[in-house]
């Protein structure tokens, strides 16, 4: 047995050596295939003898069963965000603050790169991975360890006279691997991913940890806490890291000043194209820990670290074509067909140009260079032409008078086309696609190949006849990729889809210019759908935040004897027309009060806490003016931030915001 042990822990131990020297050095000594047949040996000897299986085997990184779900644990000291800071200005008062509070001791910066990741914290116990807690809201997050065991750069034991132990990092997901994810998805049909850190965050909370595993997450680590407290510099702490085994970026710097900062501030923004992960910005922080801890926290951030954050990237490609695509109320989109360039952590091929107007403003013609960026990192836009690169032979575009034979307008004051034949194949699918969407109807199961397909057989004309599926399911059964447990799940989601309370199945009707918002607001004032349909246009523009346009379209709407038809088979199919009383504001503490969110919040969504809002009498609105009461602050907030304090509008951090409400209501909400 002494002798079936050692091989075991040899053999454990010149794989982990392997994987430390691949995954985190990048200094392999051997071929995959040699690294594959180790790995192998491995795996037949613990099939051989299951009894000598531990838990720190190298073997646990491929994923094991699925978990019914994640547990909440503490964190043992908080793991708190950093003030954000966007101009060389605000670095210039971050620095001169703190030179305020350390009374011109001398004292230095780290500067490195801030990794647009998820935040983890690794606990080790006798040596040996105990735990992996994400961030959540900085005091208490999800315990992910059956994932974070998958990440190969994370050492599951680690030798030495350390043994108690806690590493913080950033788990990461590479652009390449993002790009191979996202090729595999579209090969299959499905909806891609936005980017890599969402993409990330999703991966370290799926149940199937075998899932995560196929995704190759990364991680940099930056911070070692022994019995609660850091090494006396961040210097240190990063070398002792490195020591450990743990994978440290090397894109590090120690400043003596604020130019030196800037230095290595312009150095990476220059070269942040050659990174095969995404950065949003440079992580700055006092070195040494005596003068963090003289310097002290504000709210939820450090005074002796910021994070300054770069502009969105801007590349140029060209148009290749101008496609026009047709939504559910058959508004016409034009969209840039883009020559395929890699912009903020994915390809861009396609950009949408929003209408005739947004064409002509900015003369974007088929065959222009123009500049791209991400709107929020996320969605692409065409910011400009670079007209010194436009071909002599390129012209305006115009749109057509009619697409796949149907004929589109534009009525005077539309800024969009629309499409006139409300037969059209196309209008049906988008607006199917709208009614069975997660904010509508959320019917899980009817994606856009499968609409497309019932469209095509004629299963589905309008969006009632979702509700007259049954009468398909023996011929649906007989399609490829089906079969009765498929079939089933389906006519589950439809069933449990009437269950939807009255606004949402008013937002999945498609009502032009009703949005979620407006179809709350109608819902709120009419009692039920026989009520709104009698409304007039009168009655409806005396409604506060009703206006001509929605007045006008509901009106049309509801004289509209097809959409009058549609509606009565909903009804008949059970739907819910009429308003609840759960469905009333809790209170009416909020009244009169609007509030705007911006940035991310580490509590809840942005829309689950404007639901909190409404249900005390409040209103959530997308756009700070004057007359808006507060504005929310989470992580990195945008324009919406800078034009609260433009406008001298009250800004409240997440925990302020939740202490008003807490206030209000007498108690704390759970998160």
């Given at each position: ?9 040899n053999l454990?131990?010149?794989?982990e ?19 594959d047949?180790?790995f192998?040996?491995?795996l037949?000897?613990e099939k051989?003898?299951?009894?000598l ?24 000291q ?14 210039e008062?971050f620095?001169a603050?703190?030179?305020k509070?350390l009374?011109?001791?001398k004292?230095?910066y780290?500067?490195?790169?801030k ?10 116990e006798?040596g040996k ?8 809201d ?18 599951l ?12 990092g950033e788990?990461?997901m590479t652009n390449?691997?993002?790009?191979k994810i996202?090729k595999?998805?579209?090969?299959n ?10 993409t990330?965050a999703?991966?370290?909370k ?12 990364q ?10 407290t ?24 120690v400043?003596n000043s ?7 501030i312009d150095?990476?923004?220059a070269?942040?194209?050659?990174l ?21 926290f504000?709210?939820?951030?450090p ?6 954050k770069?502009?969105?990237e ?8 101008i ?12 969209v ?5 360039i ?12 929003h ?5 002509a403003?900015k ?6 260079y123009?500049m791209?960026e991400k ?7 065409v910011?400009?032409v670079?007209?010194?690169?436009r ?5 305006p ?10 004929a589109?307008?534009r ?24 009614f069975?969407?997660r ?8 994606g856009?190949?499968?609409i497309?397909?019932?469209?095509e ?6 969006v ?7 009468q398909?399911r ?13 079939t ?5 989601a439809?069933e ?11 937002f999945?009707?498609?009502?032009r ?14 009692k039920?759908?026989?009520e709104?349909?009698n409304?007039?246009y ?6 506060h935040?009703v206006?001509?346009?929605?007045a006008?379209s509901?009106v049309?709407?509801?004289?509209d004897?097809d ?5 009565g088979?909903?009804k008949r199919a ?8 759960a469905?009333?504001?809790q ?5 009169g ?6 940035g991310?919040?580490?509590r809840?969504?942005?829309k689950?806490?404007?639901q ?8 959530q ?6 007359k ?8 990195s907030p945008g324009?919406?931030y800078?034009?609260?304090?433009e406008?001298?509008?009250?800004v409240l ?12 209501v007498?108690?704390?909400y759970?998160?």
């Amino acid at each position: 047995m002494f002798e079936l042990i050692t091989k075991y822990e040899n053999l454990k131990a010149e794989v982990e050596k392997h994987s430390y020297l691949y995954y985190v050095k990048n200094e392999p000594v051997i071929s995959d295939r040699e690294f594959d047949s180790l790995f192998d040996e491995l795996l037949e000897f613990e099939k051989a003898h299951p009894e000598l299986v531990t838990d720190d085997s190298p073997t646990k990184r491929v994923g094991g069963e699925p978990v019914e779900g994640f547990t909440t644990v503490e964190h043992s000291q908080p793991m708190l965000s950093l003030q954000n800071t966007y101009t060389r200005e605000e670095v210039e008062e971050f620095d001169a603050r703190v030179r305020k509070g350390l009374e011109n001791v001398k004292f230095s910066y780290t500067a490195e790169l801030k990794f647009d990741g998820v935040a983890l914290s690794l606990v080790y116990e006798n040596g040996k991975l105990s735990r992996a807690v994400t961030r959540g809201d900085g005091f208490k997050g999800d315990d992910v360890t059956s994932n974070a065991v998958t990440i190969r750069s994370i050492p599951l034991s680690v030798a030495g006279d350390l043994k108690n132990f806690e590493v913080r990092g950033e788990v990461y997901m590479t652009n390449p691997q993002f790009e191979k994810i996202n090729k595999e998805r579209a090969e299959n049909g499905d909806k891609l991913y936005a980017n890599p850190r969402n993409t990330t965050a999703g991966s370290l909370k799926l149940l199937d940890s075998k899932i995560t595993a196929s995704r190759n997450l990364q991680i940099y680590c930056y911070s070692l806490l022994v019995d609660g407290t850091e090494q006396e510099t961040n210097e240190k702490n990063a070398e002792i890291l490195k020591e450990m085994g743990f994978p440290v970026s090397p894109h590090f710097a120690v400043c003596n000043s604020v130019d030196e900062i800037f230095k290595f501030i312009d150095e990476w923004d220059a070269r942040r194209t050659e990174l095969p992960y995404m950065i949003d910005g440079i992580v700055v922080k006092v070195n040494e820990k005596k003068y963090q801890d003289e310097l002290g926290f504000v709210a939820r951030a450090p005074r002796w670290a910021m994070a300054y954050k770069y502009e969105a990237e801007s590349m140029e490609t060209q148009v290749l074509d101008i496609q026009l695509q047709i939504g559910r109320t058959g508004a016409v989109t034009p969209v840039a067909i883009l020559e395929p360039i890699f912009v903020s952590g994915s390809t861009v091929s396609r950009a949408s140009l929003h209408n005739a107007d947004y064409i002509a403003e900015k003369d974007i013609r088929v065959g222009d260079y123009v500049m791209v960026e991400k709107g929020g990192e996320i969605i692409p836009k065409v910011t400009q032409v670079v007209l010194a690169k436009r071909p002599n032979e390129s012209v305006p575009f115009e749109f057509p008078a009619e697409i796949d034979g149907a004929a589109i307008h534009r009525n005077e004051g539309d800024a969009a086309h629309y499409v006139s034949d409300k037969s059209s194949k196309t209008i049906i699918k988008r607006k199917i696609e709208h009614f069975v969407s997660r904010n509508a109807m959320d019917i899980d199961g009817m994606g856009e190949r499968i609409i497309d397909d019932f469209v095509e057989k004629g299963w589905l004309n309008n969006v009632a006849d979702i509700y007259d599926l049954e009468q398909h399911r023996p011929d649906m059964q007989e399609l490829e990729g089906w079969g009765e447990k498929s079939t089933t799940k389906l006519f589950e989601a439809i069933e449990k889809s009437k269950t939807q309370p009255y606004n949402r199945v008013l937002f999945g009707l498609g009502i032009r210019f009703i949005g979620e918002k407006g179809a709350k607001l109608l819902t709120k004032n009419f009692k039920s759908i026989t009520e709104l349909e009698n409304a007039d246009y009168d009655t409806l523009k005396a409604i506060h935040e009703v206006g001509d346009v929605m007045a006008a379209s509901v009106v049309d709407y509801f004289n509209d004897e097809d959409e009058l038809n549609i509606i009565g088979k909903l009804k008949r199919a059970g739907l819910i027309f009429e308003s609840d009383e759960a469905d009333e504001p809790q209170s009416d503490a909020l009244a009169g009060q609007s509030f705007v969110f911006t940035g991310e919040l580490i509590r809840m969504t942005r829309k689950e806490a404007g639901q909190i809002v409404e249900n005390l009498g409040g209103k959530q609105t997308g756009s700070v003016s004057k007359k808006t009461s507060y504005v929310v602050v989470g992580d990195s907030p945008g324009s919406k931030y800078d034009k609260a304090v433009e406008l001298g509008v009250t800004v409240l951090t997440e925990d302020q915001f939740f202490e008003m409400i807490e206030g209000l209501v007498g108690f704390k909400y759970s998160y």
